[in-house]
């Protein structure tokens, strides 16, 4: 079946930079779309970035020049370069692949 477990969160100063990881298994990962989502205490799901099968990527805009997504088909994994971080940024963040959700890893940004 498929899993996606992240890992790479934790503790960061504000301006302080964390890399995420998302590895993927029980499916063809390099023919799909995956995507970080994260959610903020108190608050409801947030799209954070995708990366398309062919590697065009998209940002919502709070992130922009900040955060950087890749994949690595050969490992089946997908990353999420996090730089110049905020206490904004403080949430749970997931992986996503079409219906499929990892169980997420907590970033906290923070002095």
């Known amino acids: 079946q498929v899993q996606l477990v992240e890992s790479g969160g934790g503790l960061v100063q504000p301006g302080g930079s964390l890399r995420l990881s998302c590895a993927a298994s029980?499916?063809?990962?390099?023919?799909?779309?995956m995507s970080w989502v994260r959610q903020a205490p108190g608050k409801g799901l947030e799209w954070v970035s995708d990366?398309?099968?062919?590697?065009?990527?998209n940002y919502r805009d709070s992130v922009k020049g900040r955060f950087t997504i890749s994949r690595d088909n050969a490992k089946n994994t997908v990353y999420l370069q996090m730089n110049s971080l905020k206490p904004e940024d403080t949430a749970l963040y997931y992986c996503n692949a079409g219906n499929d959700w990892g169980q997420g890893t907590q970033v906290t940004v923070s002095s």
């Open positions: 029980g499916f063809t990962f390099s023919s799909y779309a």
């Open positions: 990366i398309t099968s062919s590697g065009l990527t």
